[in-house]
């Protein structure tokens, strides 16, 4: 829940940010989620992510320079499969 209060509380500004490679991309609407892992971890191909204790779904995200894009057209153009880590 902390991190779901994380990225409302910061969204649409400042916005709450992930890294993967050299990309950075920013959370604008989640939800919560079932599942458990290594926080950081995707664990579902619908960017289900673990946070340890529970898990979070990204619904919208925007890339740097980028439109926002809902989870499905987000995943088209930039790929995150299950096991990725994000930082």
Do not use: N
């Not at 989620?33 to 950081?40: F, N, V």
């Not at 779904?57 to 980028?66: I, V």
């Amino acid at each position: 829940r902390m991190v779901l209060r994380h990225i409302h509380g910061l969204s649409p500004f400042p916005g709450a940010w992930f890294g993967h490679g050299e990309e950075r991309i920013k959370v604008l609407r989640a939800e919560l989620a079932r599942g458990a892992g290594a926080p950081g971890t995707v664990i579902g191909d619908d960017l289900t992510i673990a946070c340890g204790d529970g898990a979070v779904r990204l619904l919208t995200l925007q890339r740097a320079g980028k439109s926002a894009a809902d989870a499905a057209a987000f995943l088209r153009g930039y790929p995150l499969p299950a096991g990725t880590r994000l930082a």
